[in-house]
């Protein structure tokens, strides 16, 4: 059997290993520069795509860790305020309801004095 290569081939053998070189014409060897150097650029297009992307994420995931973060410290800083707030408001209430008086709903004076002077001391 004997193997056939095209006309514009040369075989050169390197101590039992063939080499093949394929002689090209201009035209192929532009479309092969060519093509060469649209591979480069779309790899570089590419590699500049998954860098913007990893950003992309690393910032999403730094917006998220930023928000919510400052909604914990917002809550770790206002609690003691709002646990005043509510002590407060569950004190004041049955001694509002229990300190009207007639059916007009007017407060005593003495009563309001009272629950500001409470306030003023927490």
């Known amino acids: 059997m004997q193997v056939r290569f ?23 060897k532009q479309m092969l520069a060519e093509s060469l150097e649209l591979a480069r650029e779309n790899n ?7 860098r913007s992307q ?5 910032a999403t995931i730094l917006r998220w860790v ?10 770790y800083f206002v609690e003691p305020y709002l ?20 059916t007009s709903g007017n407060f005593d004076l003495k009563s309001v004095q009272d629950l500001l002077n409470q306030f003023n001391q927490k």
């Not at 990893?54 to 690393?58: E, F």
């Not at 646990?83 to 407060?88: D, F, Y």
Request: hydrophobic share 40%; net charge positive.
């Open 66 to 75: 930023v928000i919510v973060g400052i909604s914990v410290g917002a809550f």
């Open 6 to 28: 095209p006309p514009v081939t040369q075989i050169i053998e390197f101590s039992g290993y063939f080499c093949y070189i394929i002689l090209v014409d201009p035209e192929t």
């Open 54 to 58: 990893r950003w992309s994420l690393i």
């Open 44 to 50: 570089k297009l590419l590699r500049s795509l998954h």
């Open 83 to 102: 646990k005043n707030l509510l002590n407060i408001y569950t004190n004041t209430i049955p001694e509002l309801q229990g300190k009207k008086s007639g």
